[in-house]
Structure formats: structure tokens, C-alpha cells
């Protein structure tokens, strides 16, 4: 798998087609790192070019470069119409529906798609690639309609509402000073947030339509989020359920490195390897070394298996994304005639091949495993809720509700009804990669859906991040009721002080949803593993 290209978020993010990983997009879209293109990939793009142009002078009837789209792929487009067919694609594409994305989907979408293009087999000019960067790091964030992308011929619509502020038109939202020096956000005309950038409007040339909007970089873009929120969420929940095992009396035997050598997934090993790191030291879990209990409940024994599960998921998914950000993915795409079938279109110099390459699916389906699993760590998280909180299963030492006077109080009863809402909710969640609707006069009978996966995806790691921060809560509640004598693990007790930093005890009833968001940006923000990695002097798995 490629590294990282820099660790820290004030340097800049390499463009160059090979390198980009998932933690690459998010400090682009999230933290506003800066964006660069190397001198050898704009020497890529520049060789691409001279290829599509001299290709263009030699007359020869290529796809996507003088002929029309999808079912019109048979119509001839004359030489002196090239430049308004592109513009006529980007125009007519931009058709979307739903709600706008976010400030942080949009950057993800544009740093995808500047590194696609700076593979150098899209064949369009530097300047198109100059634009995107400048835009990315002047903040000027196309407005793009969430809906309308079936995953192939990738994510055309959302991708052509993007392509839209190039050519001066749609809209975008730009970073203004007020006449106080006040930083604002204002909507403007795709020409005047141009102009907000010092650029001017392109006029698109041959090939660059279709380049700007064919491609996964709206599914790529997603998933890459997806990932490291994803992967952030297991190792809070490693931690949640170490915590959980300590204040339930449950054994840390079943985490054993002997037992995940006879069955050696990787995944089982981290999380085992975590919980074993996290209660090291833990005076609570050796106060019960022979007492009579035989074996935990499987949301506690069976930790280490279902949250590896889950890092497997996620790090199939992540190796898809990898490859996926590295890609070309519009179509058709330009090489060295020598490299090529020699049935490609073009001239003895230049080949120009028509695939397949912007179809979703080598995202969609792991998206939707990524769903699946964030589903099953949802669920074996809310089972050990219930085991804190519930009278029937839960140790004599934690009151029912994890609070005194229970009859009289509440307590956490109904954050577990939270739980198990959104655990409901991503239960009920499609799988959309399973689904079809051929379009285009059926000449693109076959779609992935990888744009709808990737959201339904993030939401799922969303719920799944709330249901952990309530296992947080109520492991930090049930602790209160453990013996002041009796010590956490070194990485429970830097878990139990994270909560309590930011949410005190429950000692009388009162609104739950301010600590509940409170608990969910305690692991979405990362701010619990940084107190955890802190406290063992390592990282987590």
C-alpha cells in the first residue's frame, strides 16, 4: 500500500496519482492542508495532452473526443464543434437532486479528481489540473447536488456540477472578508468565485469535459472518509469495551494472545492485543481471577472476534480506496501507442482506449461490507450496554439503570433506547450495490450504485460512533459504582478520565443528548485515542 505522503496537517498533500491515501483526503477536506502538483506528474499531463491533440489532428473518429455520448455514441461531431460539445456535456450533466454536499465531501471529490487526472491518462491540459489545485487551497467549493450518480459512468452528475465553476457557471461558495476583516462564507456565480481565486473561466477543449466528469471521485472521496472515521470508531470501541469488561467483572483471558494464534486473523489479534494493552495493570480485573463465574457473555468474550471482523472489513475497504484514489477512472483513456492493443483508436503514436474503468462496483461492494460491519460493532457494543444497564443480566454490584434510586430515577435507561434506534437504523440501511437500473438508452445497462453505497456507508459509521460514546457513558457511569480501592487498567483509566473530562456522574436524572453528542465527538474527533495512546506511550492497533 502507498504511505502517507506527509504526517503533519500544514504540509502539503501530493497530487501525483501514486501516493494519495485516505488520511491524505481528510486533511485536505477536513483540516485544509494544501495541495501540490510534482514537476514528473505535470510532465504526465502535458505528454497526455499531446497525445488527445494529435490525435484530434489526424481526423480519425475517436469516442469521447469528437464524437457524442452514451447512446449517441455514434454521432459524428465536426472539428470546428468540439469545444461546444464539451461544454454542452458538462451543461447537460449537471442534473443532480438531493440535498448539497458538504463543504468537506466536496473537497474530498476535488482532491480525488485533481489526483486522477495527474495520473496523465485523461489527457486533459495543465491548466485544467492548475484550476482544481487553486481552487482547493483558495477555498472556492463548487455548490454540487448530492444526488444523481448511479456509480457509472461514475459519478457524472455530481462530478458535472463540480465541472460547472471551471467554465465560469453554477455556483460555488468562497471565503470572504467583511468590511469589519470578518471571515465569511459567500455563494457566488462559478465566474465570480473564479475571479475570487484570480482565475479566469476555462473553455474546455477536447476530451476535458468528459475527463472532468467521468469518474468515481465522489464514491472515492466518501470512502476515504469512510475509512478513517471507520477505523477510528473500532479502536474506540477496543477501548469502550475494555472498559466495559473491568466495570462488569469480565475476564481479559478471552483476549489471550494464544487463543488468536490458533485462529490468526489479523483483525482478532489487534483488538485482542488492544484490550489486553488497555487494562494492563488493572487491579479490578485481577480482584475476580477465582471467582465462580465461568465464562463472560459473548459481547464481552467474544470481543476480540467481532471487532476484528470489523478491522478486516474496514481494511478490505481501505485497500479498494487506496487503489481507487491512484486510478484513472474516465474513459476512454490515453497511452504510449506502444503500450496499447494494437486495436486502439488514434495514430502510431498515441492510443486512446475505451473501457470500463469508471464502473463503481470495485467500491460499491466493499462499501457495503463496510455497512454490514459497522452494523455488527453497533451491535455488539449496545449488547454490552444492556449488560451495564439491565436488572436481569447486570453484576449485583451496578445498580439497575446505573443509578441510586432507580424506580424514582432513570438513570441511562433510554440512552440505550438511542442505541438501539440508530442500530436499527443502520439495520434497515440497503445494500445498494445489489441493486440495477440500466439508462442511456440501455447502452449503460449495468451500474454499481457506488455513490449511494459510500453514503450510506458514512451514515452507518456515524451511528455506530454514537452508539460507541454511549458504551463510553455508561462504562464511565458503572465505574463510579466499582470500589475506590481498585485500580483501571492503564489505558481504562485514561478511557474513564477522557469521559469524565468532558461529562460528570450521573448522580441525579437530566437531558442525556448534550453528553450523548458529547461522547460521540469524544471519538469522532480522535480526542480519546489521543488520551489513550497517551497514557500507554503507544498507538493503538
Known sequence: MPESSFDSESEPVRADGETLVPEDVARVARHDAPVVVTEETREKVRVARERVEEVVESGEVVYGLNTGFGELVDQRIPR?????????????????????????????????????????????????????????????????????????????APLAHLALVLVGEG????????????????????????????L????????????????????????????????????AADAAGALTTEVTMGTTASADDSIARVRPHRGHAESARNVK??????EIVESHRN???????????????????VRDAIRHLREAVEVELNSATDNPLIFDAAEADDRASGTENAAVLSGGNFHGDPLALPLDYLTNAVTELAAICERRVDRMLNPNVQESHLPPFLTE?????????????????????????????????????????????????????????????????????????????????????VGTEATYEAVRDAVPPLAEDRPLHEEIQTADALVASGLLEERVEDALGESLA
Open 80 to 156: 470546428e464543434d468540439i469545444e461546444q460539445l464539451q461544454l454542452n456535456l458538462v451543461r447537460s450533466h449537471a442534473a443532480g437532486a438531493g440535498r448539497e454536499l458538504t463543504t468537506e465531501e466536496v473537497r474530498a471529490m476535488l482532491l480525488g479528481r485533481v489526483n486522477a487526472l495527474a495520473k496523465g491518462h485523461s489527457g486533459v491540459r495543465e491548466v485544467v489540473v492548475d484550476h482544481l489545485v487553486t481552487m482547493l487551497n483558495e477555498r472556492v467549493h463548487p455548490v454540487v447536488k448530492s444526488r444523481g450518480s448511479l456509480g457509472a459512468s461514475g459519478d457524472l
Open 171 to 198: 455556483e460555488a461558495e468562497v471565503e470572504t472578508e467583511t468590511e469589519d476583516g470578518e471571515s465569511q462564507t459567500e455563494r457566488l456565480p462559478g465566474d465570480e468565485a473564479l475571479a475570487a481565486a484570480d
Open 200 to 235: 479566469e473561466p476555462l473553455t474546455l477543449r477536447a476530451k476535458e469535459g468528459l475527463a472532468l466528469i467521468n469518474g468515481t471521485q465522489l464514491s472515492a472521496g466518501l470512502a476515504a472518509l469512510a475509512v478513517v472515521d471507520a477505523e477510528r470508531a473500532v479502536r
Open 277 to 282: 494493552r488497555l487494562t494492563a495493570d488493572s
Open 291 to 309: 471467582c465462580d463465574r465461568v465464562q463472560d457473555a459473548y459481547s464481552i468474550r467474544c470481543l476480540p472476534q467481532v471487532h476484528g471482523a
Open 405 to 489: 434510586g432507580s424506580g424514582l430515577r432513570s438513570g441511562y435507561m433510554i440512552a440505550q433506547y438511542t442505541a438501539a434506534a440508530l442500530l436499527n437504523e443502520n439495520r434497515a440501511t440497503g445494500r445498494p450495490s445489489m441493486d440495477n437500473t440500466p439508462v442511456s438508452g440501455n447502452q449503460e445497462d449495468h451500474v454499481s450504485m457506488s455513490a449511494q453505497s459510500a453514503f450510506d456507508a458514512r451514515g452507518a459509521v456515524e451511528n455506530a460512533i454514537t452508539v460507541v460514546g454511549i458504551e463510553l457513558l455508561c462504562g464511565a457511569q458503572a465505574a463510579e459504582f466499582v470500589g475506590d480501592d481498585l485500580a483501571h487498567g
